[in-house]
Every structure is written in structure tokens, then in C-alpha cells.
């Protein structure tokens, strides 16, 4: 059984995955963020650590526009073709062509939302949410038709799936929760739906980057095979079983990407994990609960994966 193969298991309810697949990532320096050397470098990563799926970190920032001032201006949003992702696509060929054969080979892609903060900025976003959400979907009408676009092309490519990222429902985003349902949901589920009825296999990443989450309840019907998030919510603490059966399905995650993966030695990290995987569910994968530092050793991520691997239930 080849990692895809051992990954794909998890999906089974009745099946038993033959060890614990696990899989960290990172951003790389910007010399190898384009073309070739993106390629290099993930295979190098992935190969490297062991990780049981090749995760491609997705680098084409939407450009900042500074004529969006005010909820009126997101009719301003420019519509990006497939020209605009032009280099993500070739990575995306390369690490297609290079690595599918051996692990599922996935894609992280950022929400509507998260593409609006980095036209304008989280603050200006949410302000403008908060004063007049009905001009706000206008612009993110036109950010997801840009991002389809590229979905579409990457599925065309052979890309087994996506990392899907959501944020925008954190604790202390907005004065109004109903403001996520009425502004970012629907934008997400169009995405994630479209990605649920054209690929193999895809992770729902609950982001807890910007601002921590009060609950994650909200997000158990999106799309996904698997859920990823953090487990330490405000005021209270998830357990990866229980985060398991609130989503019904595969749960990744379990180690603090700014713990001991970033700052403790292998010996530290070998106990961490053994910590997590002592209390796993029967379907897991053991990760962090985002993007881990850049300058985070590989041989710490190499020795959370070696011993998942060879964790005996």
C-alpha cells in the first residue's frame, strides 16, 4: 500500500489505515516559492520528512488595491484570470506530474474572505462587513469567480484536491455573527462544493491565524474529507476524538505548530506526539493546527511523522 493508497483508507469507516499518516508544512524561502525550484523544494520537504501527502503551499497574493476605501468600492474588484496564476499553475503541473503516482498531491487554497484581507487588509474588511454587507458581496461575487477559475484549471492539471481554508468566523470578528453567514458562507460552500463534486480528496482547514474561535460548530456541514483545526477554542478545549465525531470524519492535527515542533528537540518532539497519539481517533492524521514557522527544523517534523508511523494502537 503506497501513501496514497494509505491515505485514501482513512476514508473508509470500516477500513484499517495500516499505520498513522501524518504531514507538516511550511513556507519556504521566496527563491523557492516560483517555478522549478517550488517543485524541488516541496519534493525535497516531502521526501525528506516522510509526510504521507504532498501539500502545496499557494503563493500568488492578491495584489493590495488601494482605491477600496469604502464598502462601495468593492464594485471596483478586478475580475483575475487564469494569466494571474500563472505560476502556481506551473508548480501545481510540476508536483502533479512529479509526485501523484506515490501520495496524494493537494493544493492549499484561501477563502474569499481571506483573498478580500489581502486586497485591502483584515480590518478594513471586516469594517466594511460591518457597514454595508450587501455592497461587500459584490466584490467577493468577483473574487470567487476568479478563484473557480483557478480550481478548475488546477483539477484540469491532475490536482488531487485542496487544503480549503475558512476564516472570517472567528470569536471576535464580527458585532453580528449572522454578518459570516450572510458574507463568507456562501462564498466558501460555492468553492468547496464545486471541489467536493470534482476531486478525490480534500481537507477543511478551520484557521485560527488571525483571531481564535469560540466554537467550531459552525463549519460541520462544509465540504471535506477531512477537518483540520485547532483544538484550543476560548474558554474551552476539544479533544481530536471528540473533534472527529463533531465533524463525522477524519480529524488532522493534534500538535501546536508553535510548540515543540518550532522550539523543542527531537526527544521533546517524539514525546508530544506520542502524547497525541495516545488519544487519537481510530481515523487520523497526525499535523499541526496550521502552517508550522519557517525556520522550523525539518528533522523535528521528520521525527513526529517517524513516530506516528510506527505508533502501535
Known sequence: ?????????????????????????????????????????????????????????????????????????????????????????????????AAKKEALVILTLYSPFMFAAQTTSYDLITQHIETDPDKVKVGMRTITNSVMRFVKECVRLGLDGFYTST?????????????????IRPFDLELMEEINRTCLFSILHVCDYQLPYSSINR???????????????????????????????PFMGGMDRLGVLAKGTKEEVRAAAEAVLKDAPGRFILGADCTVPAETSWDNLKTAIDTAHNWKR
Open 1 to 97: 500500500m503506497n501513501k496514497r493508497d494509505a491515505v485514501l483508507s482513512l476514508l473508509e469507516p470500516a477500513a484499517v489505515p495500516p499505520y498513522i499518516p501524518a504531514g507538516f508544512f511550511l513556507h519556504f524561502d521566496p527563491a523557492c516559492r516560483e517555478g522549478q525550484a517550488a517543485v524541488d523544494k516541496h519534493l525535497e520537504f516531502f521526501r525528506y520528512t516522510g509526510m504521507d501527502f504532498v501539500k502545496i503551499q499557494y503563493e500568488r497574493k492578491f495584489p493590495v488595491i488601494p482605491e477600496i476605501k469604502t464598502p462601495d468600492d468593492w464594485a471596483k474588484m478586478p475580475e483575475y484570470g487564469l494569466d494571474f496564476y500563472a505560476e502556481p499553475l506551473k508548480v501545481v503541473e510540476g508536483l502533479v506530474k
Open 167 to 183: 476564516q472570517g468566523g472567528e470569536a471576535a470578528r464580527f458585532s453580528d455573527p449572522a454578518l459570516f453567514d450572510q458574507c
Open 219 to 249: 463549519f460541520v456541514d462544509y465540504p471535506g474529507q477531512v477537518v483540520n483545526a485547532s483544538l484550543e477554542l476560548t474558554g474551552s478545549k476539544l479533544t481530536a476524538k471528540e473533534a472527529a465525531k463533531l465533524f463525522n470524519r
